[in-house]
Antibody, heavy 121, light 107 residues
Framework: EVQLVESGGGLAQPGGSLRLPCAASGFSFSNYWMSWVRQAPGKGLEWVANIKQDGGEKYYVDSVKGRFTISRDNAKNLLFLQMNSLRAEDTAVYYC??????????????WGQGTLVTVSP | DIQMTQFPSSLSASVGDRVTITCQASQDISNHLNWYQQKPGKAPKVLIYDASKLETGVPSRFSGSGSGTDFTFTINNLQPEDIATYYCQKYDNLSWTFGQGTKVELK
């Protein structure tokens, strides 16, 4: 069974940093693109970042470029989101998601339960 | 960047009704469009990928159509367990974007 378990959420100060790990199990982690998606309280879903299987390609939503870094440790089946220079508008539940790639088709086929990040003084 | 416009933002329907949600892309995205269902307090779940392909295990009352810039998601014979928020999502190499979401409620 595919499992994605996020942790590391909590309260952070504006301008501060947090690092979110996502532990993957039940599948061959190194074979999949992975992603972070967030959802502000009462709001819609927002894609944050994607990372290729070997970490060689990374893509970000404009609002986090230069502040957030997605990375992975394939030996430990871990996905990370390093969040720096945090702003109030980064307050959200952060989901780790697996991307299923079939030819030219891509979609999120598995999700974690999410971890809440609150940015407040 | 390609923008996605989803509407309506909410709708009320009765059990057994047909529900239709629309998603428009600001540029041609071919069929690179997926649909997700999210229930309160839960992670999203994919229902339709590549605009019209039903994910394994998803009931056949859910369907999708469209290509290019205009896409439609339909629930035939709405069931109580379909009460949720639905999102379209486009993908390409550089960015993945969700629509604003449509909250489906029971009348």
């Amino acid at each position: 069974e595919v499992q994605l378990v996020e942790s590391g959420g909590g309260l952070a100060q504006p301008g501060g940093s947090l690092r979110l790990p996502c532990a993957a199990s039940g599948f061959s982690f190194s074979n999949y693109w992975m992603s972070w998606v967030r959802q502000a309280p009462g709001k819609g879903l927002e894609w944050v970042a994607n990372i290729k299987q070997d970490g060689g390609e990374k893509y970000y939503v404009d609002s986090v470029k230069g502040r957030f870094t997605i990375s992975r440790d394939n030996a430990k089946n871990l996905l990370f989101l390093q969040m720096n220079s945090l702003r109030a508008e980064d307050t959200a539940v952060y989901y780790c998601a697996r991307i299923l790639e079939v030819g030219a088709t891509y979609y999120f086929d598995s999700w974690g339960q999410g971890t809440l990040v609150t940015v407040s003084p | 960047d390609i923008q996605m416009t989803q509407f309506p933002s909410s709708l009320s329907a009765s059990v057994g009704d047909r529900v239709t949600i629309t998603c428009q892309a600001s540029q041609d995205i071919s069929n690179h469009l997926n649909w997700y269902q999210q229930k309160p307090g839960k992670a999203p779940k994919v229902l339709i990928y590549d605009a019209s392909k039903l994910e394994t295990g998803v009931p056949s009352r859910f369907s999708g159509s469209g290509s290019g810039t205009d896409f439609t998601f339909t629930i035939n014979n709405l069931q109580p367990e379909d009460i949720a928020t639905y999102y379209c999502q486009k993908y390409d190499n550089l960015s993945w974007t969700f629509g604003q979401g449509t909250k489906v409620e029971l009348k």
